[in-house]
């Protein structure tokens, strides 16, 4: 988990071209309204909102875990959210960086192991979309995630996670090589599935361009490992559970139907219970 992400970091968006982050945006946005507290921000007016102001801002701030180079979280920014990124690679916070700051928003990004954050306050709505929660590769890891978020959670807030299944890397991706090449960068991804520990190895070849002015035809190699465990959703119910949190839904990540033993995303959303609203707050 700590290796990877380095030199992949320059070139991730490349080849993450193909993912469709304004439909991704469009499901959290989605779960937020259905399940959710938080709203997209609005100008307040008036005296009378001044005693719950800070506790709105916190309502309606949405949070994204293992967010990477910023991509959906500036999407969430330009919908309104006021959003934040925590992530444990310097270098993807280093893209996400310039991309906020093109963008001119003021997303707030923290170099942060999603099991140990910290914020100063709470949030209405956690977010962790893609393969994060996947680099977790122990049971008491995945559980001191959702602690940590059950413990930073606004009253009745929610967390909005996908993941992938055991039957993806097992059965789908596991033992496989692929490998892609583009104008300016190539990979060869190697796959090495564990049966015992249910951890998939990916051994990631990477081939450059280097953007010096002396030979433009100059590629440089990288390499890194990748760890990412597969886990199944009766697994993701129990650290849920064991964690306080409530279940509130699941879904296939491609359909957005019933979750099959062929699923190989599954979106779900769990919610914090337990916390009161300020009575000025309640409905």
């Known amino acids: 988990m700590y290796e990877s992400y380095r030199s992949f970091a320059s070139v991730y968006d490349e080849f993450m071209d193909g993912t469709d982050y304004q439909l991704t945006a469009d499901r959290i946005q989605d779960m937020i309204t259905r399940f959710g507290v938080s709203k997209p921000t609005q100008k307040r007016t008036g005296a ?4 719950d102001v800070l ?48 963008l001119r928003h003021r997303t707030l990004y923290l170099c942060q192991d999603m099991r140990e954050f910290e914020l100063y306050g709470t949030a209405g709505t956690f977010v962790s ?35 992938k299944t055991l039957h993806l890397y097992r059965d789908v991706i596991g033992d ?12 060869i991804w190697e796959n090495w599935f564990d049966d015992k520990s249910r951890v998939n190895e990916y051994d990631l ?20 490992i990748h760890r990412q465990r597969g886990y199944t959703l009766e697994e993701m119910k129990s650290f849920a559970n ?16 019933p979750v099959s033993e062929e699923s190989e995303r599954i979106l779900c959303v769990v919610r914090e219970n337990g916390k009161k609203l300020p009575h000025f707050m309640r409905e």
């Open 129 to 163: 979309v893609g393969d994060s929660v996947n680099y977790l590769l122990a049971d008491e890891d995945m559980v001191r995630l959702f602690k940590r978020v059950n413990t930073f959670l606004f009253p009745r807030g929610i967390f909005v996670f996908d993941f």
């Open 176 to 187: 496989s090589t692929i490998a892609e090449d583009r104008e300016d960068c190539s990979f």
């Open 242 to 257: 064991k964690a306080g949190l409530t279940w509130i839904a699941d879904m296939d990540s491609d359909t957005m139907g």
């Open 48 to 51: 009378s909102e001044a005693q």
């Open 55 to 102: 506790l709105a801002a916190e309502k309606n701030l949405v949070v994204d875990l293992g967010c990477g180079t910023g991509k959906l979280t500036e999407i969430l920014a330009d919908r309104g959210y006021d959003v934040m990124g925590i992530d444990l690679s310097e270098e993807m916070l280093g893209i996400a960086l310039e991309r906020r700051d093109r």
């Open 205 to 224: 070849s990477l081939f450059i361009r280097d953007k010096g002015p002396e030979d433009e035809n100059l590629f440089r190699k990288y390499q890194e």
